[in-house]
């Protein structure tokens, strides 16, 4: 287990530590965790807004008009992405699905294709994917080498990281395939919460799908830990080293909030109410594991879906 201090304590790091680094979605729930461990750290953090910038820390930027101050992006230690659409706000309709689409790769291709005009190209382009991009695998092992499933949300996987990519010969790229973050803040477990705590959650179908969780302080913990090791490219799955079953998740989380989960939700009822996204988000699932990070020597501090859990949520 880790010291009770560990929190406060930032990540050990090289000499060499990042100075600035450019940040797109610093509002979302990775975003701010990861700009206070960055500005914990001792870098400048400046953030692109899709609005005038008001402070020296804001560069403003419209991506649906390919709007971007470059200059402000030449010398950056790195430039990190996790903007998009939110995957699960809303049923995936044609024009939903368009706009997941479009909020990706039309910011992403700017700032790769940005990056890649300049004469002090950041040394990092780091930008999020999701392990959406394995599909529906049943209990097959997932590393990073594994192939690409198929359907809306692997395209739209494969899309968004060949997006990033166009930066690659002017700079690293890492594409960070990030799992279930476990958070009280927000995510998945938040929306979980509630009705865990009133006793009135369960399994959802037949529970044997997996889930590839990671707890919040690990997604920022393993970030930090790709800008720091150069010899880390390409796609990085941000995962705890033991997915489980939908049904260990949901044991495990009644559990330590000492309620029942005796309430399974049928896969039908899933699937009137969110349609195609019941079957891509909740029915289906991934084992995916963090090999690149584990053979990099990345530690995680919260290696056990318990202990992810217990740290979330007593952090609420």
């Known amino acids: ?47 692109l807004v899709r609005r005038p910038a008001e402070t020296a820390d804001e560069i403003a930027w419209q991506p649906e008009t390919g709007q971007i101050h470059a200059e402000r992006l030449d010398g950056a230690a790195a430039v990190i ?84 990519l166009r930066a690659a010969p002017a700079t690293r790229v890492v594409c960070a395939r990030i799992g279930i973050v476990l958070s009280h803040r927000g995510g998945a477990l938040r929306s979980m919460l509630t009705p865990f705590r009133f006793g009135v ?29 150069p010899e880390i490219r390409g796609a990085v799955n941000l995962t705890g080293p033991e997915p489980v079953s939908n049904s260990e998740f949901t044991r495990t989380l009644a559990r330590l909030l000492r309620r029942p989960a005796i309430l399974p939700v049928p896969g039908f009822a ?17 084992r995916v594991v963090p090999a690149v990070l584990l053979e990099s020597g990345f530690q995680f501090r919260s290696p056990t879906l318990a202990a992810a859990l217990q740290e979330a949520l007593g952090a609420a």
């Open 1 to 47: 287990m880790p010291h009770p201090d560990a929190e406060s304590r930032p990540p050990p790091h090289p000499s060499n530590t990042v100075t600035r680094v450019i940040l797109a979605g610093a509002s979302g729930l990775i975003g701010r965790a990861l700009a206070d461990a960055l500005r914990t750290r001792g870098a400048e953090v400046q953030v």
């Open 81 to 164: 992405h996790l903007g998009g659409e939110s995957i699960a706000a809303g049923r995936w309709t044609p024009q939903r699905k368009r706009q997941l689409v479009d909020s990706r790769l039309r910011s992403t291709v700017l700032l790769a294709d940005t990056i890649g005009r300049l004469s002090r190209p950041p040394p990092t382009f780091l930008c999020a994917s999701a392990i959406g991009y394995y599909g529906d695998r049943g209990d097959e092992r997932l590393e990073e080498s594994s192939p690409a499933g198929t359907g809306f949300l692997p395209d739209l996987c494969k899309a968004w990281e060949a997006a990033a």
């Open 201 to 229: 959650a369960g399994r959802l179908g037949a529970g044997t799908q997996y889930m590839s969780w990671i707890g919040l302080p690990d997604v920022v913990r393993a970030m930090l830990h790709t800008l720091d090791h």
């Open 270 to 286: 899933l699937r009137l109410l969110l349609g195609e996204m019941a079957d891509a988000l909740l029915l289906s699932g991934a």
